[in-house]
Structure formats: structure tokens, C-alpha cells
């Protein structure tokens, strides 16, 4: 039994580090520069560790992907649990998700390179399982609370995505990128703010 539980710690430990390195990698420099060797060596391992791991170089990319929305999820939860109205925790949690897709790593990782490596269904269940599931939440209790205008919460959420999904794509290739992600945060108020009772 305790072998059993140091070679399951000693898989998770390796999954842990190849995912970190693959993650500064893919971040850093997009999914066609990187490679398997590259990834292994960095994190001191060999090639077919990765294989054994992530069955090749897309499935290492869809790990780093999904880890990628976790880190977004993840700060977007905590920008939502400080104090406020319920339309000041869905701005907060809309502007966080922003400011992360815009950070150069999580840009080339999530809105960059995985619609291009990764089909939409893929793409599309990993949104519902963070980002997505967090705006449909923050919309259900808006409009339970009878803050929100009728409509379809499938399709405002897909909506909101795609809006800063874009602004990013536009952020990285603005010469004056800061001025760029402004203005979009901004854009993307008044766009909640139009789905306000």
C-alpha cells in the first residue's frame, strides 16, 4: 500500500513539474517553438515521461491550457469574494478575467494559440468548467435578485467571453497596449452595464 502511494506522489510530483515547465514554455514561447525535448530537459526528465504523462506535445498543451483557466478562474473567484453589490462583484470578476488574458504567458496560451491547437469543443468545455460557469453564477443570482434584464444567460456569457477574449487579442497587438486594455475595460462596462434592470 505505501509503495503504491509513493509511486501515485511520485506521478503527481512529475505531472506537477512538467506542467510548470511546459506552462513557462508555452508562455513564453508559443506553441510552435516549443518542444517535447525542450520541456523534459527543463524539467529533468526524459522524453518519454512526457509521452507516459500527456500522450504528446498537444496533450501537454491542453494540461497547460486547462491549468491556464484554473489560474484565471482562480483569480477571478478572488476578486469576486471582496465586499460590494452584486454588479460591482461581476465587474471586479470581468475586469480580473481581463487583466489576466492580458498578461503576455496566459494571452499566448489561452487566446493565441488554443483556438488554434485546440478544437472548440474542447475549448468550449474547459470555458464552462471556469470562466463561463463563474459569469452564468454571478448572472443567476443577479437575477434572482431582479438586478438583471431578461434574457438568455448561455448567450450573454458567451458573449462577455468572446468581448474580452477579443480585447486581449487587440491588447497584444496594440502599440500602446496599456491605453489598448483601458479603453476595452472600460467598453466592457458599458456592455454589462447594459444588462442592468
Known amino acids: 500500500m505505501s509503495t503504491r502511494r509513493t509511486q501515485a506522489a511520485r506521478s503527481a510530483g512529475t505531472t506537477t513539474g512538467l506542467l510548470a515547465h511546459a506552462s513557462a514554455a508555452f508562455g513564453a514561447d508559443g506553441y510552435d517553438r516549443v518542444t517535447i525535448d525542450a520541456v523534459a530537459e527543463a524539467a529533468s526528465l526524459t522524453k518519454g515521461a512526457v509521452y507516459h504523462h500527456f500522450g504528446g506535445k498537444q496533450g501537454l498543451f491542453l494540461a497547460v491550457y486547462a491549468a491556464a483557466h484554473e489560474r484565471i478562474a482562480a483569480r477571478t473567484t478572488a476578486a469576486v469574494t471582496t465586499g460590494g453589490t452584486a454588479w460591482q462583484k461581476l465587474e471586479a470578476g470581468v475586469a480580473q478575467f481581463l487583466t489576466a488574458v492580458a498578461e503576455p504567458d496566459l494571452q499566448r496560451i489561452v487566446v493565441v494559440d488554443g483556438p488554434r ?41 458567451r458573449l462577455v467571453i468572446g468581448a474580452v477574449c477579443e480585447a486581449a487579442t487587440m491588447i497584444a497587438e496594440s502599440v500602446t497596449p496599456q491605453q489598448t486594455f483601458e479603453a476595452a475595460r472600460t467598453d466592457i462596462e458599458r456592455l454589462l452595464t447594459g444588462l442592468r434592470a
Not at 127 to 153: I, K, N, Q, S, V
Open 117 to 157: 491547437v485546440l478544437d472548440r469543443t474542447t475549448i468550449r468545455d474547459i470555458e464552462d468548467r471556469h470562466a463561463a460557469g463563474l459569469l452564468r453564477t454571478a448572472f443567476r443570482r443577479l437575477r434572482e435578485a431582479g438586478e438583471l434584464t431578461a434574457g438568455d444567460d448561455t448567450l450573454r456569457t
